[in-house]
């Protein structure tokens, strides 16, 4: 038999190399493998952007991993927008596995978009059970407090009470509380008002009341009917200035075990923040509650408030706690004169820190045969020493939005709700300068590619040579 000259038997060193290679080749398949199979499992990114842009906020994160039921979000849109709705619904799937989106474009099943009444694209769906929402932005804030009003259920109606110099919640000006009202109902609460005067009787549908900074001495049955009704199981918030008094401050302090100092608290450090104003007080200190956990790290502004603490009334049923102080560069002074001057003394002045606001229960025995709001047999009530700290000029700064919606959440038994919520984003514009921008144009459009062409234009030479 005749053999090829060229024909070889293979060596052994060749089918060596060969069997590594397909080896090689085998292991790294099964890694990427791997890798895929643990991305898709464990989905994780890192956002790097200034102020986490692309990260959800400690609220949002809190309230969808804490989800015990499913919970819908159904996106409508075109197909072409459906992947950078992707990237932003899956900040939201990665933290719980109960969160189910669907994207559904109304061209293609215009069947689905007429039972949810879709009017435009970019509309979200958040349902869950028979609550549903319609959100038509793509911004956390939105999609946040949609899932929040669906979650919470049923609207809880909060009546302001009027008749005696109260902030007015449709009052657009600077102590107004028109702002206050939007966050309110942005959490699913209807905000109504009520004149004590006319009727003194609070609705039996009342979830919460609150009595915010009357300007005159409230009539013995206007309180009255404010006892009646914390009585059989209500929640109350009091927002009183130091001008308070009459029947009002007498109740809380016999009756609800709060101690109210006709006084009113200066803040050279805060004053120092805002303008120089010692009146602008700034409590960056919680005790332990329900209503100030989230806001350790957080300050919150009171402007003209009043000391409120807890009492030391003998046997008293009520339960009271602290819950924020003044720094400790703060005093106590007594009230303005008739011109409005404070005089300090920093000898005689009660000196800081100061309890600025309390929260109490009271046990009560709330049934249907009582005026009763509550979700339980106990009143729950809170009195903060300033009505400004929630109007128009003053909700937005810093943690006081968060602290008054937190505790209306918890006079409204919904604490799973109490957190720190999402803030609007936020642009970082870079400003640059007129020499700044020349030095950009010539080094990044002149200058890098000019580098790259004699790089090139050299090693072509080079090769030439060779």
Not at 15 to 27: A, F, G, K, N, P
Not at 72 to 86: C, E, K, V
Request: with cysteine.
């Amino acid at each position: 038999m005749n053999h090829d000259a060229n024909d070889k038997p293979l060596r052994p060193n060749y089918l060596l190399q060969r069997s590594s290679l397909v080896v090689y080749l085998l292991v790294a398949v099964a890694v990427l493998v791997a890798v895929n199979v643990l991305a898709s499992r464990h989905d994780q990114s890192w956002d790097l952007t200034k102020g986490h842009q692309h990260s959800l906020s400690a609220e949002s994160v809190k309230i969808v991993s804490q989800l015990q039921a499913p919970l819908q979000l159904l996106y409508f849109d075109r197909s072409s927008n459906f992947g950078s709705a992707r990237d932003f619904f899956g900040r939201y799937q990665r933290e719980s596995n109960k969160l189910d989106v669907q994207y559904i474009d109304p061209d293609r099943h215009p069947d689905q978009a007429r039972a949810f009444k879709i009017q435009s694209y970019g509309t979200t769906v958040v349902k869950s059970g028979e609550h549903q929402e319609l959100v038509t932005s793509l911004a956390e804030q939105d999609i946040t407090n949609a899932i929040v009003r669906v979650l919470k259920g049923a609207k809880k109606t909060i009546y302001f009470v009027e008749g005696e110099g109260e902030r007015d919640p449709d009052d657009s000006g600077r102590s107004g509380y028109s702002q206050l009202k939007t966050a309110l109902e942005a959490e699913n609460f209807t905000v109504q008002k009520l004149i004590l005067a006319q009727t003194p009787a609070v609705p039996a549908d009342c979830a919460t009341l609150i009595i915010a900074g009357p300007t005159h001495p409230m009539l013995q049955p206007e309180v009255d009917a404010i006892e009646k009704y914390i009585n059989g199981g209500g929640h109350a918030l009091f927002l009183l200035n130091f001008e308070a008094a009459g029947p009002l401050v007498n109740y809380l302090q016999t009756q609800l075990n709060v101690k109210l100092t006709p006084d009113v608290v200066l803040d050279q450090e805060g004053g120092q923040l805002f303008g120089g104003d010692p009146t602008m007080v700034l409590a960056a200190h919680y005790d332990a509650h329900a209503i100030t956990d989230p806001m350790h790290g957080v300050a919150t502004l009171f402007p003209v408030t009043r000391t409120v603490e807890a009492g030391a009334e003998p046997g008293a049923k009520a339960v009271v706690s602290p819950l924020l102080e003044s720094g400790p560069d703060s005093m106590a002074a007594p009230p303005p004169s008739a011109d409005g001057r404070v005089a300090m003394d920093p000898v005689s002045d009660r000196r800081g820190p100061l309890a600025l606001g309390v929260a109490g229960t009271l046990a009560t025995v709330a049934g249907p045969g009582l005026q009763n709001a509550g979700d339980s047999a106990e009143a729950r009530y809170v009195v903060y020493g300033s009505p400004d700290f929630a109007s128009n000029v003053a909700l937005g700064v810093s943690g006081n939005r968060d602290l008054f919606l937190n505790t209306m959440d918890w006079l409204a038994a919904q604490q799973n709700f109490i957190t720190i919520r999402p803030q609007a984003p936020t642009s970082s514009p870079v400003n640059l300068s007129a020499a700044q921008m020349t030095y950009i144009f010539w080094i990044f459009l002149v200058g890098l590619p000019l580098l790259i062409i004699i790089g090139g234009t050299t090693m072509w030479l080079r090769r030439r040579r060779l």
